[in-house]
Each structure stands twice: as structure tokens, then as C-alpha cells.
């Protein structure tokens, strides 16, 4: 069984399309992060989030921590081409960072 | 920078063949890492380490072993190498439970 749950696990939209990507649990995380990976390469930290409720923002991409510090999202507004990826969200929990199975994003021009 | 290095960047086995994934991080962090990324799939912690001498098993850890001698190295033993092994290895490394930051990846192929 997968600690976190992402969904969709695969996205395929046009450029300049919003989306919103979802990292699930029933376990409550101290903090999550998230992190995209390229082709060949290990995964790359974009943000942390550890308070419930907690918005933060990195240009385009908007990052929010469930009130119960059990779930996560990222949303995406006006997509890129240059935003196609493996997003992951990871939760730290017990002294151990876990991650989820991904959410494959394509955008297509 | 160097940050986390892995070697070997490739590696073919036979079944039941044994060897050792290098790990080493030149950022003095406490906590280090294995995973194994499957193909399109998210990352499975298989051992992880909060110190030197302290090592812990993850969600995936039957078939390999490690040790954590020194705070720079970490490195993942495979005694009998399986099909089921043939995987993405990643090693990462982090201050406590911050960013954590990852090698490049060993494609391990068991056949």
C-alpha cells in the first residue's frame, strides 16, 4: 500500500490550460515536500510546506497543505511546455522521507 | 559542488551475481538514502540512515543491506542479485528531514 496517493497519476493538457495535481493520506506528515524530476536525473526540490493550511507560491505554481497536514496540492496556472515532468510529493514521517508514485504531466504545445 | 555522487552510473548483473552501490556526499548532512525508482513509477525508500552507525529499513528492503560507517558514505549492498532488482537506484542525503538532494542514479539491469 502507497503511504501517499497521487492522482492523476498521468496529465496530458495544452499550453496555457491550468491544472491542479493531488498528493493524499490518511496519515498526518509533519511536512511534505514537493519535487519534480527529469529524464536521467534524480528528483529536484520546488517547495516545503509544514504548516496546515500553508500556501506558498513559486511563480506560476501554487502549493497548499491540507488543515490537517494529511494532504497536498499543486496547481499550475497558464501551463508551459517547459513545466513537463515527474512531480512528486514526499512526506516526512518517523524520521523517514516517503514519496508518492508520481504524477507523469505532459504539456503539449 | 560535488553533492551527492553515485557510482557506477550503469551496471548489468547475472542472476545471483552480488555488488555494491557507492553513495558519498560532501555536505556534512546527517541523513542519507536509498531508493529504487521503477519505470514511470515514484521512488521506494528501501534503507535510510540518521547518523553514522544508525541505519534503519524503509518500505522495500528485503534483498539488500547497508552500512553507514563514516557520516560521507552510504553505501548499498546487493548479495544476490534478482530480476525484481532491476530498478533506478538513487541515493540522497539531507540535513534532518530538509531538502533532501539526490545523485544522479545507477540503472541496474539483472538478467
Known amino acids: 500500500t502507497q503511504l501517499l496517493e497521487q492522482s492523476p497519476q498521468f496529465l496530458s493538457i495544452q499550453e496555457g490550460e491550468n491544472l491542479t495535481v493531488y498528493c493524499n493520506s490518511s496519515s498526518v506528515f509533519s511536512s511534505l515536500q514537493w519535487y519534480r524530476q527529469e529524464p536521467g536525473e534524480g528528483p529536484v526540490l520546488l517547495v516545503t510546506?509544514?504548516?496546515?493550511?500553508e500556501v506558498k507560491k513559486l511563480k506560476r505554481l501554487t502549493f497548499q497543505f491540507g488543515d490537517a497536514r494529511k494532504d497536498s496540492s499543486l496547481h499550475i496556472t497558464a501551463a508551459q511546455t517547459g513545466d513537463t515532468g515527474l512531480y512528486l510529493c514526499?512526506?516526512?514521517?518517523?524520521?523517514?522521507?516517503?514519496f508518492g508514485q508520481g504524477t507523469r504531466l505532459t504539456i503539449n504545445p | 559542488n560535488a553533492g551527492v555522487t553515485q557510482t557506477p552510473k550503469f551496471r548489468i548483473l547475472k542472476i545471483g551475481q552480488s555488488m555494491t552501490l557507492q553513495c558519498t556526499q560532501d555536505m556534512n548532512h546527517n541523513y542519507m538514502y536509498w531508493y529504487r525508482q521503477d519505470p514511470g513509477m515514484g521512488l521506494k525508500l528501501i534503507y535510510y540512515s540518521v547518523g553514522a552507525g544508525i541505519t534503519d529499513k524503509g518500505e522495500v528492503p528485503n534483498g539488500y543491506n547497508v552500512s553507514r560507517s563514516t557520516t560521507e558514505d552510504f553505501p548499498l549492498r546487493l548479495e544476490l542479485a534478482a530480476p525484481s532488482q532491476t530498478s533506478v537506484y538513487f541515493c540522497?542525503?539531507?540535513?534532518?528531514?530538509?531538502?533532501?538532494?539526490f545523485g544522479q542514479g545507477t540503472r541496474l539491469t539483472v538478467v
Open positions: 540522497a542525503s539531507s540535513y534532518s528531514l530538509a531538502e533532501a538532494f
Open positions: 510546506v509544514v504548516t496546515g493550511g
Open positions: 514526499a512526506g516526512e514521517r518517523a524520521q523517514k522521507l516517503v
